[in-house]
Antibody
Framework: EVQLVESGGGLVQPGGSLRLSCAAS????????MHWVRQVPGKGLVWVSRISSDGSSTNYADSVKGRFTISRDNAKNTLYLQMSSLRAEDTAVYYC??????????WGQGTMVTVSS | DIVMTQSPDSLAVSLGERATINCKSS????????????LAWYQHKPGQAPKLLIY???TRESGVPDRFGGSGSGTDFTLTISSLQAEDVAVYYC?????????FGQGTKLEIK
């Protein structure tokens, strides 16, 4: 079964850091681009970042550029999102998403990040 | 960036009736090289992972019931549920993957009347 399981969310103070992880199984992780998408409670889905299958290419939404870093360990079938200088507006559920040939086809259940003092 | 706008924001439909959700993009998502619309639909139930229903505007993902159908081209798209079932209660999102970054509609909450 193809599965993505996020972890690492929690409560963090403004200005703090957090690292999210996403464990992949059921498919050849190293063959696919991976994305992070977030959802502020009660709001819609917003793309955050993506990384190429070999990790050599990354992109970020303007709202997180310079503060978030996406990475992956293909040997461990794991995707990461290192978040720093966190702000209240980063409070959201963060989803790890696999990109198929063109479309985002498999999503994790998400991990909640709350930025608050 | 391409802006996606869905209508309505919420919808209540009786069991067995048709549900229709609209999605409009701020620019065409039809790629001239392959004549494909880079438009997907997702279903999101509370506490669950979003689920891909439709891609290329009208192609059903494997395992998706055939009561779900997608149509449209260019900038205007529709998701139709031909006969609403109780398990279809969810928020539905359209998404364009034509331009970077990809972008989603604001979501349409579908409920039972």
């Amino acid at each position: 079964e193809v599965q993505l399981v996020e972890s690492g969310g929690g409560l963090v103070q403004p200005g703090g850091s957090l690292r999210l992880s996403c464990a992949a199984s059921g498919f050849t992780f190293s063959s696919y681009w991976m994305h992070w998408v977030r959802q502020v409670p009660g709001k819609g889905l917003v793309w955050v970042s993506r990384i190429s299958s070999d990790g050599s290419s990354t992109n970020y939404a303007d709202s997180v550029k310079g503060r978030f870093t996406i990475s992956r360990d293909n040997a461990k079938n794991t995707l990461y999102l290192q978040m720093s200088s966190l702000r209240a507006e980063d409070t959201a559920v963060y989803y790890c998403v696999k990109k198929g040939s063109e479309v985002l086809d498999i999503w994790g259940q998400g991990t909640m990040v709350t930025v608050s003092s | 960036d391409i802006v996606m706008t869905q209508s309505p924001d919420s919808l209540a439909v009786s069991l067995g009736e048709r549900a229709t959700i609209n999605c409009k993009s701020s620019q065409s998502v039809l790629h001239s090289s392959n004549n494909k619309n880079y438009l997907a639909w997702y279903q999101h139930k509370p506490g669950q992972a979003p689920k891909l229903l439709i891609y290329w505007a009208s192609t059903r993902e494997s395992g998706v019931p055939d009561r779900f159908g997608g149509s449209g081209s260019g900038t205007d798209f529709t998701l139709t549920i031909s006969s609403l079932q109780a398990e279809d209660v969810a928020v539905y999102y359209c998404q364009q993957y034509y331009g970077f970054p990809c972008s989603f509609g604001q979501g349409t909450k579908l409920e039972i009347k």
